[in-house]
């Protein structure tokens, strides 16, 4: 795969699986290359959005092999890596990249790099190791200050050393450490891309500076997203601000705290949409309830999510 810009709409897509927990690979196939058709900039799996957390390994080996089957060459296949040491990251980074990662998106050691401030050479270390030592274009990943680590403008100019990290997905759900990124990986000697992943607000985030988003809610209204980010790179903001009106309540929604619930509230809507065959998540996590599936299908309906006609054009 050819080398990708970090900019525009990384689409993290949710995963389907059948009432007994198990995977739903069938679906999987057909949802991504739904996704893939509507012309992301990558497709990233193995992410929070896809449970990657609560996958067996060979779940997200199985994962890679499906999606880049389904993408058939049309964008590239970012995995997320997840775990708990330096040297197992380095193993586990090598299995992903021999499965099929043309990128790998870098979670968090937790605990390790639980809370804040996490010193700026443990976390230039990490991910110097991963860089050395799997060779695949990385992304950073900063988290909400409460959970930790955040990316102070001295910690970013540490990993912007690093060749192989492209980008930054920021998480961080907070208005003020967006621009404060923002503005410092501007004063950076090489660019790096810096990719909201806060689905309250990205439109403004984009707005404000950031190139693009690597986002779950992009595993839903994937195309219109990618329209308003086109329409915000052409400094068409009240062209992006309107597809934004229409999408953004649903997103504040599904997205509201508590904010692990994003996953089972986004499933309901990809079975609304025909997506998905059920909205099962994996135990521990709960479903949602009658009133809530209620509300999730009211505001996908407004966002357009559910029109027939519009789904058509999505997919042409």
């Known amino acids: 795969m050819t080398p990708f810009t970090p900019a525009g709409i990384v689409a993290a897509p949710f995963l389907p699986m059948l009432p007994d927990y198990s995977v739903d690979w069938a679906t999987l196939a057909s949802y991504i290359d739904w996704i893939a058709a509507q012309k ?70 937790f605990p390790t790099f639980l809370g804040n401030p996490v010193p700026a050479e443990m976390i230039y270390a990490y991910h110097k190791a991963i860089a050395d030592g799997v060779g695949l274009p990385l992304f950073a990943f900063q988290f909400p200050k409460a959970f930790g680590p955040d990316f102070p403008p001295e910690t970013l100019a540490r990993l912007a050393a690093i060749p192989q990290v492209i980008g930054l997905k920021e998480a961080s759900f907070d208005t003020p450490k967006t621009v404060e990124t923002i503005a410092a ?24 500076g950031c190139d693009g988003a690597l986002i779950g809610f992009a595993g839903t209204a994937t195309a219109e997203l990618v329209a308003m980010h086109r329409r915000v790179a052409a400094k068409d903001f009240t062209g992006a601000l309107a597809i934004w009106e229409r999408l953004g309540p649903l997103a504040r929604y599904a997205w509201r705290a508590p904010i692990r619930d994003y996953r089972p509230r986004m499933k309901e809507v990809l079975k609304l949409q025909g997506l998905f065959p059920h909205a099962t998540v994996r135990p521990p996590q709960l479903g949602v309830d009658d009133a809530e599936r209620a509300e999730l299908a009211r505001l996908a309906r407004a966002a357009g999510l559910l029109d027939e006609e519009m789904r058509e054009r999505r997919t042409a």
């Open 40 to 109: 992301p900039t990558a497709i990233a799996m193995n992410m929070d959005a896809s449970e990657g957390p609560a996958l067996e390994r060979d779940e997200q080996l199985e994962v890679l092999r499906v999606c880049r089957d389904a993408i058939a060459g049309r964008v590239p296949l970012v995995s997320g890596l997840i775990a708990g040491s330096t040297a197992a990251a380095v193993r586990w980074g090598n299995e992903l990249k021999a499965g099929g990662a043309d990128a790998l998106a870098v979670f968090p050691p």
């Open 185 to 208: 990986a501007r004063a950076l000697p090489r660019k790096l891309g810096i990719l909201t992943g806060s689905d309250t607000f990205i439109c403004e985030a984009m707005i404000m």
